[in-house]
Nanobody, 124 residues
Framework: QVRLVESGGGLVQAGGSLRLSCAAS????????MGWFRQAPGKEREFVAT????????YYADSVKGRFTFSRDNAKNTAYLQMNSLKPEDTAVYYCAQAYSSSLSRRSDEYYYWGQGTQVTVSS
């Protein structure tokens, strides 16, 4: 059984930083791409970032490009999202997800397993 557990969310002031972690178990972590998505109140879930199985390739939503960095440590079965220069509009529940394949993807329907989410709140 695959399990993804996010941590690291919290309350931060605008301009601050947070690092989210996603610990995975249940299948070979390094075989699959990972993604981060987020959902703000009253809005649909949106893509944030994706990383290939090796970590060599990443892709970001325009809204976070240059501020967020997605990385992974396959030896620790953990993915990370470093979020800098946070803005109030980054406030959302952040979800990590594990893809069907090893290739990065922006599409939520190409992710099979999802974590429970972690709340990120950025105050102005």
């Amino acid at each position: 059984q695959v399990r993804l557990v996010e941590s690291g969310g919290g309350l931060v002031q605008a301009g601050g930083s947070l690092r989210l972690s996603c610990a995975a178990s249940g299948r070979t972590f390094s075989d699959y791409a990972m993604g981060w998505f987020r959902q703000a109140p009253g809005k649909e879930r949106e893509f944030v970032a994706t990383i290939s199985w090796s970590g060599a390739r990443t892709y970001y939503a325009d809204s976070v490009k240059g501020r967020f960095t997605f990385s992974r440590d396959n030896a620790k079965n953990t993915a990370y999202l470093q979020m800098n220069s946070l803005k109030p509009e980054d406030t959302a529940v952040y979800y990590c997800a594990q893809a069907y394949s090893s290739s990065l993807s922006r599409r939520s329907d190409e992710y099979y397993y999802w974590g429970q989410g972690t709340q990120v709140t950025v105050s102005s």
